[in-house]
Nanobody, 114 residues
Framework: VQLQASGGGLVQAGGSLRLSCAASGIIFSVNDMGWYRQAPGKQRELVAAITSRYRVNYADSVKGRFTISRDNAKNTVYLQMNSLKPEDTAVYYC?????????WGQGTQVTVSS
C-alpha cells in the first residue's frame, strides 16, 4: 500500500494550498479516507475525513477553512486549505479512516508564516 501526499509548501498566513494524496494497493473507492497532521511536539491528529459515500467531517480547528474531496477515478483524495494560519503548520498525511499504522507515508510539509 502506498499513500503519497503532495502539494505542501511555504505560504503566508491567509494563503491557500491544495494537498493531494494518491493511493495505490487498496480498493480506494470502498475506503473512508482521512487527512491527518502532526505538528512538532504534538500528537498526530485527524483534521478531515470523507467516507466512501462522500460524507465529510472536520476538526473544529479547520471547519470553514478546509475542504476534503475525493476522485475515485484517480484514486486520489484532496485537501483544499484556505485562510491558513501559523498554527496549521505541520506535516500532513493521508490514510484510511480509521488509520492503519502500516499505511503511513512520508507526508507533506505545510509551513505557514505569520
Amino acid at each position: 500500500v502506498q499513500l503519497q501526499a503532495s502539494g505542501g509548501g511555504l505560504v503566508q498566513a491567509g494563503g491557500s494550498l491544495r494537498l493531494s494524496c494518491a493511493a495505490s494497493g487498496i480498493i480506494f473507492s470502498v475506503n473512508d479516507m482521512g487527512w491527518y497532521r502532526q505538528a512538532p511536539g504534538k500528537q498526530r491528529e485527524l483534521v478531515a475525513a470523507i467516507t466512501s459515500r462522500y460524507r465529510v467531517n472536520y476538526a473544529d480547528s479547520v471547519k470553514g477553512r478546509f475542504t476534503i474531496s475525493r476522485d475515485n477515478a484517480k484514486n486520489t483524495v484532496y485537501l483544499q486549505m484556505n485562510s491558513l494560519k501559523p498554527e496549521d503548520t505541520a506535516v500532513y498525511y493521508c490514510n484510511i479512516e480509521p488509520s492503519r499504522e502500516t499505511y503511513w507515508g512520508q507526508g507533506t510539509q505545510v509551513t505557514v508564516s505569520s
